[in-house]
């Protein structure tokens, strides 16, 4: 027996326990069969790093019609290599990613575990999107953000993507103007660390910081999308060669 | 007093114990002021994962005349923040990661510590190189790796690179012929984790695999370079963006 409905995997980096991805979850309901394959815990700022030094485990939380829900010990990447390898019987349809309690705009596509799983999705040639919500409150309001996805996934579903190229959405809290097709903001987190001490008086550094914007007057760009009330839409490729630079880099003179 | 020497930043995803780096750091001596901001243990795979959930530690483990050792607990990426953010007291003229005990060619540059931390300088717009010998030994032979990273990096002191873009250098194990600049091979890892069984005979599945290549026969790749016995350079930007895709995206009917 074929079932012809689209399969929709669904992970995210904040944990199989956040209302970000229970509300993709609702948000995908009606679309197709969906397999949710998320980490059992935060895993935030995990970039596309994967396990190597200890064995993953699987097991399902969730079960109804449509809808499996598996929770890994994993990243978001260890979470889609292997529902794609070990758990999902046929390739998905489309893979959505998210919602993610946060921006991943700008230069947070580096280190974003909700953007990687799309890139990974992408790896393995099926269409990808990730989705953030621009609000970190555990109890965040997801109903544009929501509808959103929803509105991506069906154009996704209908006409696919381009090979090696993954969405990476991020929506503003609040009212939503509309959703524009964006580029990566050029820029950088700035003060990164805040000094403290452990309990034997001993230096610590904590991870925190400000994004600085460079390109804030490119109305091209995500953060000036998000800055205005729109949603922003960058197309992320894989493949990050820097095909531009190769032709003069062949009249270097490296001997060896 | 100014100092006139480069500084350079080197760091690893192999560790600060690890052979590669200690061979990195040799073949940078005399080109300047070395300052080695290392992760205290085996980090590979991390990508640029960054450490929110815990404080990161730093200590110097090693000082010489023109040499500054520092141990971290943190991710290759942790650890080029830290130190550029709190640690070293001008910006680099250059940092170098590796040497990697192991290929980052191919879709492997998002998943490497190793590019990931090179990635990280490019962010911080020191000009970058990741240097990796597709020979996973402890004890593998460094030296022509160390020649070419030498090279490299007094082609890179001179006449630095372009903002946002930096050097994934993987050096073929044995002989090498040349360097030649080269593209990232399109291909994926396959059969990705072995299936096993814990000691209270649960299911557990460790990370394993092989590359895939769906581009063999292109003469303008790292892995064609790298199968013909030349150590292969790609310069990698930090922008992910498609931009081909976004006038199309532009047409897309998106309501919401």
Known sequence: ????????????????????????????????????????????????????????????????????????????????????????????DLLVSGINHGSNAGISVLYSGTVAAALEGCVFDVPSIAMSLCDFTPDADFTATAKVARKLAEKVLKDSLPKGICLNVNVPAGEVKGVKMTTQTQGKWVNEYQRSKDGGDREVFWMTGNFENWDANNENNDEWALANGYAAVVPVKIDMTAYDLIPEMKEWEIQC
């Open 1 to 92: 027996m074929t079932n012809k409905k689209p399969l929709i995997l669904i992970t995210n980096d904040d944990g199989y326990q956040a209302k970000g991805i229970a509300e993709l979850i609702n948000a995908m309901k009606g679309l197709g069969e969906i397999v949710v394959f998320a980490p059992d815990t935060h895993r935030s700022g995990m970039s596309s790093a994967i396990t190597t030094t200890h064995p993953l485990r699987a097991r399902i939380y969730h079960k109804e019609e449509n809808l499996t829900a598996y929770m890994c010990n994993g990243t978001p990447v260890d979470c889609v290599k292997l529902a794609l390898n070990e758990f999902v019987e046929r390739k998905p």
